[in-house]
């Protein structure tokens, strides 16, 4: 990693993307350098004082000159604009297959979860050429998770949930900086990223003790916290059925329709008394403080593994499946 | 510009008699002014004491940043340095600079009148360099409200105390960037002051609005920042482009190409300037829409600014150029600026500033336009109005060597920040991975050139006051007001008020002029 370079390495495809602008835009400023420079030293040497230069008539106004200088830039300006926001929206929007991974920061470091179970401490084991989208959220301040081979940058922020994604194109090892201004250790808070082969993965992935999937755990704390205590048809408590809500939009007491997605499931176990289901009572209480930021991701998890259940056909989720 | 008023007396190779540095004398007379002058002069002092704690803090980062460990200083060490010089620089430099000293100086003798409009301000003195948030938060609200009084005054000085004839359009260029400048320093510098206040009311009595513990939103708190913040940036660099229209029509000889444009550009720069602060934010969790949207205003208030460097370079043509210190920094300030201009394209441009938000690449780019734009037009302004300020000139082949150190120390500070960058090394680290250091020492090597940049000027400043050759009234034969009048100026500037017939910078290139330099 530390020989001689002017460009961190090209190890996901989305890095590829973003180069290609980068070297555009520094080929477009050694243009602009040498329109403007050129003619700042010809014209020094040409006109310095006392030189015998023709200097009759000269010109101070040009409306023609004026709309030149306007709207070439313009034109290029809108050029790029549109070119990096197609590749910002493909690096925004991850796609539908990929492998889900669950980050928290906190000062000073990050810890991360696989949806198989496999926890981490600043590192991040990856296969090559799969999808890998983060699911990320802070447990104090703003972080900012940086992996510059992957060109990947995405603020990590308490009480919300942000992601980002990338494809590994190479295999190798990558820094995973923190890159929001975090308190005293920020430039400790680094880690790295192992890309592996897809083989090498599944073999690190089963090392160790055998886990508990991101979903498991949750359907567990499901239980263990009580949510099944009122959240299932058999229960004596008046509280919306939760198989099959995710992903959908559900009324609110207020009238308004939400969809149920990350903030708001987090919001309901958090502050129960924000947004109030249509039909039921405010008598859900907060977990905020008794849940860590694993836990409620776990418990999101969970509730979207039974997105596509329905309450009826099966049992009430504090029975064992 | 001619005027109906004779230059008012001032014997060749004499100073005047009387000026406004010995019409009164002793401590109080200087704490109670109300001469614009003698302001510009206090802030002077000032801004340099504050200019020299933050650099002593960016000297010690450098030194720190030489290798890899964090081996110099601790990091709670490290991260005070960083924010006192971040504090300092901005709010008690870079913001006061150009517009409070040379502002405060030269705008109502460039525009013809006796005073400022408001007499009543003097300096703000306020706590710093205290790492306590409400302490900082004080200071800076302190020097907010001067910001907002600073912005006021200028206003009604270039509305009501214009000279006869002297219309909008016959204004000096430095006085159109200066308006725009009051313009977003008084609408933008409450918005800093409320977040300011709302801050410490979250932390003494724990109402929650930016902190999500207590149910508040830290992207709201970022959204206000950069909403005072970007224009902030303006605020930073219009006052030096004004500036430097100066410079640069004044050692070309000819007028300024484009005098309509130029004016427009620093109006549209500050109407513009409030629509982008948005792209602070590409990667922080804001909607993928509204950063398209701030995408596309941020790439279009780079337009103003292009034009502003085109309009210089074509001043150029035809015209007979000095190369006098002033214009050094000017012609350094075009090439400095345009670098930094372009970089900000970079991270204007959403995907690319997904890579390198918050990494060195935005310090070398701010760092462009801030010391490379703002510093230089800063330095080429106080060259060129020194004589006039002091009555005396300063010695021009140090001018000179000083200008030229100055650029190139600069070029090999910042230059290799760009790399580290996009190599991916984030701001405010104390210790970095070794791949890194080859660029760092690069950089602490040239900080360590740009000192002596910044040290010579003082060392021959001060040495000018006693030593230099005495100016006289207009030592560069330039045509503004302000020339017309003796160095130091009178009290109340003019003895009789000018009065203007003609559009600003009448040069005439074909004209061979003597200027007064001395080159000791
Ligand atoms: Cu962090
Ligand atoms: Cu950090």
Redesign the interface.
């Known amino acids: ?8 390495p090209e190890a996901s495809t ?1 890095a590829q ?2 180069d290609w ?2 070297f555009a ?1 520094v080929a ?2 050694f243009l ?2 040498i329109i ?2 050129v ?2 030293i010809s ?2 040497i040409k ?4 030189s015998k ?10 409306v023609l ?2 709309s030149g ?2 709207i070439v ?2 034109l290029i ?2 050029g ?2 549109g ?7 493909h ?3 991850p796609p539908r297959d990929a492998l889900q991974v669950i980050v928290v920061g906190k000062q000073w470091m990050w810890r991360l979860q696989h949806a198989e179970g496999k926890q981490e401490i600043n590192e991040l084991h990856v296969p090559v050429a799969r999808a890998v989208e983060l699911t990320m959220t802070s447990q104090d301040v ?1 972080h ?1 998770f ?1 992996v ?2 992957f ?5 990590v ?4 949930y ?1 992601r980002e994604w990338f494809r590994a194109t190479r295999t190798g090892e990558y ?1 995973i ?5 975090c ?6 808070m ?1 880690g790295r990223v192992v890309v592996m082969e897809p083989v090498d993965y599944a073999r690190w992935l089963n090392t160790g003790q055998p886990m508990e999937s991101i979903a498991l755990a949750g359907e567990r704390l499901f239980r263990e916290r009580g949510c099944s205590g009122c959240h299932s048809v058999n229960s004596k408590f008046h509280a919306p059925l939760l198989e099959g809500t995710y992903r959908k939009p559900v009324p609110l007491e207020t009238g308004e329709m939400v969809t149920v997605d990350e903030r708001y499931v987090r919001d309901s176990i958090l ?1 129960p008394g924000k947004e109030i289901a249509k039909g039921y009572q405010n008598i859900m209480p907060s977990f905020a403080g008794t849940l860590s930021e694993e836990e409620i991701m776990q418990l999101i998890a969970y509730i979207k593994s039974i997105g596509n259940q329905t309450p009826s056909n099966e049992s009430a989720p504090n029975e064992q499946r | 510009m001619k005027t109906a008023t004779e230059i008012d007396i001032q014997t060749e190779g004499e100073m005047p008699r009387l000026h406004y540095l010995n019409v009164e004398i002793g401590v109080k007379s200087w704490l109670l002014t109300t001469d614009h002058k003698r302001i510009g002069i206090l802030y002077l002092w000032t801004i340099l004491v504050f200019f020299l704690i933050a650099s002593v803090a960016a000297a010690m980062m450098r030194i720190e940043l030489l290798t890899p460990q964090g081996d110099f200083v601790t990091n709670e060490t490290y991260n005070k340095l960083f924010t006192i010089h971040g504090v300092l620089m901005v709010w008690f430099f870079l913001i006061p600079s150009i517009p409070t000293v040379l502002g405060n100086f030269v705008i109502p003798p460039m525009i013809g009148g006796v005073d400022t409009g408001w007499t009543f301000y003097t300096p703000y003195s306020t706590t710093y360099a205290n790492s306590h948030v409400i302490t900082m938060a004080g200071g800076v609200f302190v020097a907010g409200f001067s910001s907002i009084i600073t912005g006021m005054n200028f206003m009604t000085t270039i509305h009501k105390m214009r000279a006869p004839g002297l219309t909008w359009f016959r204004l000096p260029l430095f006085i159109w960037s200066m308006y725009a400048t009051s313009v977003i320093l008084v609408l933008a510098t409450p918005v800093l002051a409320i977040t300011l206040a709302v801050m410490c009311v979250e932390r003494i009595w724990g109402v929650g609005v930016f902190d999500p513990k207590l149910g508040g939103d830290p992207i709201l708190f970022q959204h206000m920042f950069w909403f005072y913040s970007h224009p902030a940036v303006y605020i930073m660099i219009l006052p030096g482009m004004g500036v430097i229209s100066e410079l640069i029509t004044c050692f070309s000889r000819k007028r300024i190409f484009g005098y309509g444009f130029v004016a427009a550009a620093s109006m549209a720069i500050a109407v513009l300037g409030f629509l982008v602060w948005g792209h602070h934010m590409f990667v922080s969790g804001q909607s993928v829409y509204a950063g398209m949207v701030f995408s596309i205003l941020s790439f279009l208030v780079a337009i103003p600014s292009a034009i502003k460097v085109f309009n210089w370079t074509a001043t150029l043509h035809k015209g007979s150029i000095y190369f006098t210190t002033p214009m050094l920094y000017a012609l350094g300030f075009i090439g400095l600026f345009t670098i930094g201009g372009m970089t900000g394209l970079f991270l204007a441009t959403l995907a690319v500033d997904v890579h390198v938000h918050d990494s060195y690449f935005v310090i070398a780019h701010f760092h462009y336009i801030m010391v490379g734009g703002m510093v230089m037009a800063f330095m080429g302004g106080l060259h060129y109005w020194w004589p006039k300020i002091t009555g005396r000139l300063y010695p021009e082949f140090a001018g000179k060597l000083a200008a030229m150190i100055t650029f190139l120390g600069f070029n090999l500070t910042f230059f290799p920040q760009f790399i580290l960058g996009y190599l991916g090394m984030p701001r405010r680290y104390h210790a970095y991975p070794p791949e890194f250091q080859l660029f760092n020492v690069l950089s602490t090597a040239g900080a360590s050139i740009l000192g002596v940049g910044y040290l010579l000027p003082l060392i021959y400043f001060l040495w000018s006051l006693k030593f230099g050759r005495v100016a006289g009234p207009n030592p560069w034969r330039a045509t503004g007001l302000e020339w017309q009048t003796p160095s130091p100026p009178p009290k109340h500037n003019f003895e009789k008020t000018p009065t203007v017939t003609e559009r600003p910078y009448g040069y005439s290139p074909e004209e061979d002029v003597d200027l007064h330099l001395a080159s000791i």
């Open positions: 990693m530390d020989k001689f370079r002017l460009f961190p989305s993307q973003i602008i980068y835009l477009l400023t602009i350098c403007v420079f003619p700042i014209f020094a006109y310095r004082r006392g230069a023709d200097r009759s008539n000269p010109r101070v106004e040009s000159i004026e200088w306007t830039p313009l300006f809108i790029l604009f070119w990096g926001a197609v590749v910002y929206f690096v925004e929007n703003i900012s940086f510059p081979a060109r990947l940058h995405q603020d922020v308490p009480g919300k942000t820094h900086f923190c890159s929001q201004y308190g005293t250790q920020h430039s400790a680094i502050l």
